[in-house]
């Protein structure tokens, strides 16, 4: 069999040859193709070399994993997106799935278990990490439309979107990426802000992201 050709997409160096490192080890089963570090050499690499599977990371400057499958998915049909990323929360997830990933596994997989996942990814099976398939039968149950009660009750004055756009926020995320992230405008964006600092009782993203950190969200 041919090798499965990738192309690896993370906005870290380092972390892109430590994947690149262990697929080499595959023995021809898998061939890294091209890396990118953002949305937009990420889309160009994907346009340029069409390859078999994409390892998105969720998280990258420009607009997200999403915003790379959005701008290729009419392009390039055949190509297969596994996201790759350190977030194991629910709304990265299901997100990200929505957006028209294969898969998605955390960056504790080992090399073998990511060689694997490559293979079945390609051969058109959807691949999760085991604790993240349930995020994904839950949301496509329509089960995680209303956010579940967190035991916080500051957290649980705020809608799912506004949520989701807490912790993008919190993360470090400028408005138009979290726009671009959340399929939203700007505008929409600003509106939930407000609403999430006037709800929790915040003036500042510093606070946001101090109170976020503290509840161990981002």
């Known amino acids: 069999m041919s090798a499965v050709r990738v192309v690896v997409v993370d906005d870290h160096a380092m972390f892109r040859a430590g ?9 021809g089963r898998v061939e890294v193709v091209a890396e990118a570090e953002d949305v937009g050499s990420a889309v160009a ?33 055949a190509t297969r997106f596994l996201a790759l990323s350190v977030s194991d929360a629910a709304d990265d997830v299901i997100g990200t799935i929505r957006a028209g990933a294969r898969g998605y596994v955390t960056k504790t997989i080992t090399g073998t ?13 959807a691949v999760f990490s ?14 995680a439309q209303a956010p579940a009660t ?8 705020l809608t799912e979107r506004e949520r989701e756009v807490m912790r993008l926020i919190a993360r470090g995320y400028a408005y138009k990426e979290v726009g671009a992230e959340l399929f939203i405008s700007v505008k929409t964006v600003e509106t939930h802000m407000s609403s999430v600092l006037r709800k929790l009782q915040l003036s500042s993203r510093h606070e946001l992201t101090r109170w976020a950190s503290e509840r161990r969200l981002l």
């Open 19 to 27: 994947v690149r490192a262990e697929l080499a080890r595959a023995e």
């Open 45 to 77: 690499a994907v346009l340029e070399h069409r390859p078999d599977v994409v390892l998105l990371d969720v998280h990258l400057p420009g607009g997200g994993g999403a915003e790379v499958m959005r701008r290729t998915a009419s392009d390039v049909a």
């Open 113 to 125: 278990e990511l060689v694997e996942a490559i293979g079945r990814v390609a051969a058109g099976d």
């Open 130 to 143: 085991p604790r993240l398939a349930g995020f994904v039968l839950d949301a496509f149950s329509g089960a």
């Open 150 to 157: 967190s035991g916080d009750p500051d957290l649980d004055r």
